[in-house]
């Protein structure tokens, strides 16, 4: 009976010993399966492509809108031949494209026509035809300098107005107007307060002298330079 129980006891060692054996085997495979993971999953992180910090991100472009006024037609079309016409796709991508520009007048003026590429070339010409006269086109331009509002003397007011006629008056040089003479000057002199004139002209007749060889760059330049001692006085004053 003593030798059955003492093997008893001895099969009952075994089958413990051989349970923590087995315990700690799993617990090394599962030690051996997370170290696996995670270098894999660094090797993994270490090739991934990195992206350069400094890479410029361009807006997407917007085209400009088109509605028929005369004096926006070289703006727009500088524009649009640049990045739709010049560019190689098809024209009947072109004209969808010229089609979602133009609104107003500028689109009645080609709604007759099926936006298809048969009809692009023919909806280019008579838009060009229209607008792009230079009799029409200066016309409008120096009718727009003639009904431009004087302003009032403060950096925000003459500054306005002073964007407006730089870009006028490069419109009409653009179109070979020589936009010279003692009238025209007048014109964009009288789109300021008196004060601002008075010392534009004291500026002028000083670095240029007599009146007969005054441009319009000499009046813009001087015009600009009083901009900014008008800035200056207002931080003053604050």
Known sequence: HEIVDSGFDVLLLFTERQRELFDRMAT???????????????SHSFEQPSIP????????????????????????????????????????????????????????????????ADNYDAAIEILTERYSRTGNLVRELTLQLEEMSTCMNTVESCEENYTKLRGIIAQLKRLGDPCVGALFIHTILMKFPAEFQFEVIKDVSKSVGERSKWSIDNVLS???????????????ER
């Open 53 to 116: 910090m400094n890479m410029p991100k361009l807006p997407k472009l917007q085209l400009p809108v088109f509605s028929g006024e005369t004096s926006e037609w070289l703006c727009f079309w500088d524009v649009f031949e640049k990045n739709v016409h010049q560019i190689s796709i098809d024209n009947s991508s072109k004209m969808l494209y010229l089609r979602n520009c133009l609104t107003g007048k500028a689109l009645e003026t080609i709604s007759y026509l099926s936006p298809i």
């Open 28 to 42: 090394l495979k599962v030690k051996s399966t997370t170290s696996s993971e995670e270098d894999r999953m660094d």
């Open 222 to 236: 001087a015009c600009k330079e009083q901009i900014e001692i008008l800035r200056l006085k207002e931080q003053t």
